[in-house]
């Protein structure tokens, strides 16, 4: 028996302490405030206290480096197997927020059999209420209900669990630290605090589908092989 693997399937998270060592946080958030000051045609949002670089791994080679290195996938390989697919148009995303900010109790899927695994690799210290990740521990195995949030459902607009936020409880992280979610557990990101900006680098991965006969566009194999285990003929009962 796996630990650590029974606990992410019970509980909806698993956190990897120290995947990125301090000296490669510093310069990734050191890149991040150089895209943010390009016109990057629509790849990059400021907004007042916080910016978003989207497509963050084809951005920079350095973020494509951490979202491939033997360290990441080692850590997902107990959760997802050896078949691995980064998923480029989910998540895919750095965050940096200059100011205090809550966000909404959200799922990142609509669907349990169409899930992904999420991960935070956190580029600054977010060890304190205002910055920590709100997570709601294993709301991932409950049946999906609610509105489409790009993909997921908000808590506060489900009919059955909208009264659930009260539980949601902190997930503080290091500098270096990454954290594996199910697609469908409750969560919410943090703001800055008063030890600096919130950057967080927010990646999506799956299992190779091995029903699919086609690559799929915009998922990158990082680990292992595709993979083809369906039947090519109708049979008739």
């Not at 999420?118 to 920590?132: I, K, Q």
């Amino acid at each position: 028996m796996n630990a650590p693997v029974v606990f992410f399937h019970n509980v909806g998270y698993l956190r990897v302490p120290g995947l990125v060592g301090a000296e490669e946080c510093a310069n990734l958030r050191e890149i991040a405030d150089r895209v943010a000051e390009q016109p990057y045609n629509g790849q990059v949002t400021n907004k007042p206290g916080r910016t978003r670089i989207d497509r963050a791994v084809s951005m920079d080679p350095a973020y494509l480096a951490i979202a491939t290195s033997d360290r990441l996938l080692n850590a997902l390989d107990p959760v997802l197997g050896p078949n691995v697919e980064l998923v480029e148009n989910r998540h895919n995303h750095l965050s940096t927020y200059r100011e205090p900010s809550t966000d909404r109790l959200h799922r990142d899927v609509l669907q349990w059999s169409r899930s992904i695994l999420t991960v935070l690799v956190y580029l600054s210290d977010c060890t304190d209420l205002a910055s920590a990740t709100r997570i709601i521990p294993a709301s991932h195995l409950w049946p999906s209900t609610g509105r489409p949030n790009n993909g997921g459902t908000w808590l506060d607009q489900s009919p059955v669990y909208s009264s659930m936020g009260d539980q949601a409880v902190p997930l503080p992280a290091s500098a270096g630290d990454a954290i594996l979610m199910h697609g469908q557990l409750y969560h919410a990101g943090g703001g800055a605090s008063a030890e600096g900006p919130r950057v967080v680098l927010t990646l999506a991965y799956r299992s190779v589908d091995e029903l699919s006969e086609e690559d799929p566009r915009r998922c990158r194999l990082v680990n292992g092989r595709r993979i083809y285990s369906g039947r090519n003929e109708l049979s008739h009962a």
